[in-house]
């Protein structure tokens, strides 16, 4: 299993190769799995900001393919299998 840590950094590391912020690589990556619906909760519209950034446009099939199989090498946290998605 890979430590929660690793993912983060290269979740970055995509996020810094395609000059975009690690909230619009995760927001996008989990609106690419076709299944499943973000719904973040801005506290402010700062936040609000951030989050729509994560849209307008997508992670190629490839970013999508590597951060599904870092993802799969995680323990789910709340139960959520992650090959559901």
Known sequence: MLHVKTRFLL???VAKLAGITKTH???NWLVAQGNVVPIPG???????EEFKGALGWRLTDEEVTELRSLA????????????KL
Request: net charge positive; charged share 20%; glycine share 8%.
């Open 25 to 27: 690589v995760s927001l």
């Open 42 to 48: 801005a506290k402010s519209p700062e936040q609000a």
């Open 11 to 13: 979740t970055v590391g």
């Open 72 to 83: 799969s090498k995680i323990k789910s946290v709340i139960g959520f299998p992650v090959e």
